[in-house]
T-cell receptor, first 113, second 114 residues
Framework: GQQLNQSPQSMFIQEGEDVSMNCTSS?????WLWYKQDPGEGPVLLIALYKAGELTSNGRLTAQFGITRKDSFLNISASIPSDVGIYFC?????????????FGTGTRLQVTL | NAGVTQTPKFQVLKTGQSMTLQCAQD?????MSWYRQDPGMGLRLIHYSVGAGITDQGEVPNGYNVSRSTTEDFPLRLLSAAPSQTSVYFCASSYSPSGADTQYFGPGTRLTVL
C-alpha cells in the first residue's frame, strides 16, 4: 500500500527555533491533514487543508496544501518544549461512500532548552 | 464525553491465540476505523465501518475480522495471532459516514505476539 514520504524523519532543535517539515506523494489528494502524536497517545488533528494552494494557521502552526495536490508543508514557529512529539501528514482521497486516509511515515521532533 | 476508548491498553499473546480488541465511542459517530502503527511507518488502515451493520476492508485486512452491531462499538478480532501482528492498534471515529470530517483517535492498544 502507498505511504506518503515525509521529511525529515527526525529533528533536534532548540527552543525558540522555527521548524519546517513536508510531505510528498506520487498521487493527488483531495484533503491534506496534519496530526501530532504524543508518546502513548493517539494522533490528534492539528490542521486540515481542503483546497490546492490553501494556507491555514492554527496558533504557531501554519500548513499549506501544495498547488500540485501532491504535497503539503507544516511550519511551527518559535518552538516550545511541548511541541515534542511525532508529526504525521495524511492525505485523503474520497472514493465511493467512504474516504480513506493515507499516512506519512512521521517526523519526530525533539526540542532542547 | 469519554470520546474514543480502547481496551486493553497492553496485551501479550502467543502465536495462534485469538483475542478481541475493543473500541467504543460515545459521540454518536457513524464512521469508525481501525489502524495499525509499526515502527518507522505511518498508520495503515485495517478495516472501517460507515455505520452499524456495514464494514469494509482497508489497506491491510488479512488476519483481522470486524463487525459493527451497534453505532458505539467496533471490535477488532485476531483469530490466530502471528508475530507479524505485533503492533500498536488505534481505533478512530468521525461523525460523517464518509469519514470526511475530523477523525478522533483512541489511546491505542499495544499488542505483542510471541
Amino acid at each position: 500500500g502507498q505511504q506518503l514520504n515525509q521529511s525529515p524523519q527526525s529533528m533536534f532543535i532548540q527552543e525558540g527555533e522555527d521548524v519546517s517539515m513536508n510531505c510528498t506523494s506520487s498521487s493527488i489528494f483531495n484533503t491534506w491533514l496534519w496530526y501530532k502524536q504524543d508518546p502513548g497517545e493517539g494522533p490528534v488533528l492539528l490542521i486540515a487543508l481542503y483546497k490546492a494552494g490553501e494556507l491555514t494557521s492554527n496558533g504557531r502552526l501554519t500548513a499549506q496544501f501544495g498547488i500540485t495536490r501532491k504535497d503539503s508543508f507544516l511550519n511551527i514557529s518559535a518552538s516550545i518544549p511541548s511541541d515534542v512529539g511525532i508529526y504525521f501528514c495524511a492525505g485523503r482521497r474520497n472514493t465511493g461512500t467512504a474516504s480513506k486516509l493515507t499516512f506519512g511515515t512521521g517526523t519526530r521532533l525533539q526540542v532542547t532548552l | 464525553n469519554a470520546g474514543v476508548t480502547q481496551t486493553p491498553k497492553f496485551q501479550v499473546l502467543k502465536t495462534g491465540q485469538s483475542m478481541t480488541l475493543q473500541c467504543a465511542q460515545d459521540m454518536n459517530h457513524e464512521y469508525m476505523s481501525w489502524y495499525r502503527q509499526d515502527p518507522g511507518m505511518g498508520l495503515r488502515l485495517i478495516h472501517y465501518s460507515v455505520g452499524a451493520g456495514i464494514t469494509d476492508q482497508g489497506e491491510v485486512p488479512n488476519g483481522y475480522n470486524v463487525s459493527r452491531s451497534t453505532t458505539e462499538d467496533f471490535p477488532l478480532r485476531l483469530l490466530s495471532a502471528a508475530p507479524s501482528q505485533t503492533s500498536v492498534y488505534f481505533c478512530a471515529s468521525s461523525y460523517s459516514p464518509s469519514g470526511a470530517d475530523t477523525q478522533y483517535f483512541g489511546p491505542g492498544t499495544r499488542l505483542t505476539v510471541l
